[in-house]
């Protein structure tokens, strides 16, 4: 799902050549990207009550066409991922990974799951207090999360290996899908990935990585966001490294009217959808042309429309807890479905109740989540990180 650091938790340090930075745009991108997923489920769970003939067509297709590109939404914290994993090795001294291996893992682990497993938990004492005959009462996002309370389900979200089995992948909580994927390419980074880049450059590790999603690609788990990741960490490259090629590609290329070229063929897919594969990697390219763009105006001390927007304090400050909100949203929508299930409203009102409803709700409950599971680990591995800068000073 997404790479959830704090972008200026990315800058400490005697390793860094290069001055501190503040990256809000990455939190902004972020937060309005979690937002959409929110926007997303909701349509999803009025979709089928949007197919009476009453109903205005416009909206029925506004509907439809926002459900299927949910998906865009974790495409971008895929990129979003790879980029920030890789942006503190870029703007270093000597490209190695910060704390070696064993403290990478630490931070990922402390960064990612202790709110994932509380979330879990919270998911599932929601399917026993809600049973599986009543669970249509909770809108059909929460159905499509059963069944829930099977020992497969379960155990497979401990491991963080539900999206190898599509029985498992959207039980329980059905957000939670991307988080094992994203989870899995924690591993390739530091493994794999890296030492690629290291010694043979960024070519070659685009290269790696389109063959490794290819070989896993009938495995159906979304392999391509392999290539995403990987696209991420080329955006960190090219904006800081201070190798020719990346110079190169900084100083030659118009980011900005890249991003705009990918985006627009995304924005045709919206009414004419291609396949999830080539409309993620379209919103991908998108997303790392604009995250470059917005990166050399950072350098130049510069702003323009969209990083003054994404760097906003409401944008950036929703971006911070994006993580909980992703993991928590399926719950208040569910409540809110079962909350509303006992009187019929007209599909066209409803739609309009969950949206203003479930929106700040989601909010609301996803920063008390963070201030309460997930602040707490992030201030702890910040600690650690402080703790291990002072021993080798």
Same mark, same amino acid.
């Given at each position: ?56 067509? /416009?909206?029925?297709? /506004? ?5 299927? @590109? ?25 490209? $190695? ?43 059909? @996002?929460?159905?499509?999360? #059963? =069944? ?13 290996? @539900?999206?190898?089995?599509? #029985? ?14 994203? !989870? #899995? ?10 030492? /690629? !880049? ?8 685009? /290269? ?61 897919? !919206?009414?004419?959808?291609?396949? @999830? ?36 304090? !409401? ?30 409203? #007209? ?26 599971? $997930?602040? =707490? ?17």
């Amino acid at each position: 799902m997404f790479q959830r650091d704090d972008p200026h938790s990315l800058h400490p340090s005697t390793q860094l050549a290069q001055p501190r930075l503040r990256f809000d745009y990455l939190d902004g991108i972020r937060g309005i990207a979690a937002l959409y997923v929110v926007l997303c489920h909701v349509c999803f769970d009025m979709r089928e009550q949007l197919q009476a003939p009453e109903i205005n067509t /416009v909206l029925r297709t /506004v509907v439809t066409s926002t459900i299927s @590109h949910g998906q865009s939404a974790v495409a971008i914290f895929i990129v979003l991922s790879g980029y920030c994993l890789m942006l503190p090795i870029a703007r270093s001294t000597n490209g $190695e990974l910060k704390g070696g291996m064993r403290n990478y893992f630490k931070r990922r682990i402390l960064r990612i799951l202790p709110p994932y497993y509380v979330a879990l938990l919270l998911s599932l004492f929601l399917h026993i207090v809600i049973p599986a005959n009543a669970a249509s009462s909770s809108g059909a @996002h929460w159905l499509s999360g #059963q =069944p829930a309370l099977t020992t497969d389900a379960i155990l497979s979200h401990i491991l963080l290996i @539900h999206n190898f089995n599509h #029985q498992w992948e959207f039980s329980i909580n059905p957000p939670m899908w991307s988080v094992a994927m994203e !989870w #899995q390419i924690y591993f390739l980074f530091p493994l794999i990935l890296l030492p /690629v !880049w290291q010694r043979f450059g960024l070519p070659i590790v685009l /290269v790696i990585s389109c063959s490794i999603a290819l070989v896993l690609y009938k495995l159906e788990i979304h392999s391509w966001f392999i290539i995403l990741f990987t696209l991420g960490m080329t955006g960190a490259v090219v904006g800081f490294s201070q190798k020719a090629l990346s110079k190169f590609c900084r100083e030659k290329i118009s980011w900005r009217r890249l991003a705009l070229f990918f985006g627009t063929i995304w924005a045709t897919t !919206w009414w004419h959808p291609v396949g @999830h594969l080539v409309n993620d990697l379209m919103v991908g390219l998108a997303t790392i042309c604009l995250i470059v763009s917005c990166s050399q105006l950072l350098v130049e001390n510069r702003i323009d429309i969209a990083s003054r927007f994404l760097g906003s304090q !409401w944008v950036k400050t929703l971006g911070t807890f994006s993580y909980s909100l992703y993991l928590t949203h399926a719950l208040v929508l569910a409540v809110t479905e079962l909350c509303l299930s006992p009187w019929y409203i #007209q599909p066209t009102t409803k739609l309009l109740i969950l949206i203003s409803t479930v929106l700040p709700l989601s909010v609301l409950f996803a920063y008390i989540f963070y201030l309460t599971f $997930e602040k =707490p680990f992030i201030s702890m591995r910040s600690k650690h990180t402080q703790e291990q800068s002072s021993s080798k000073i």
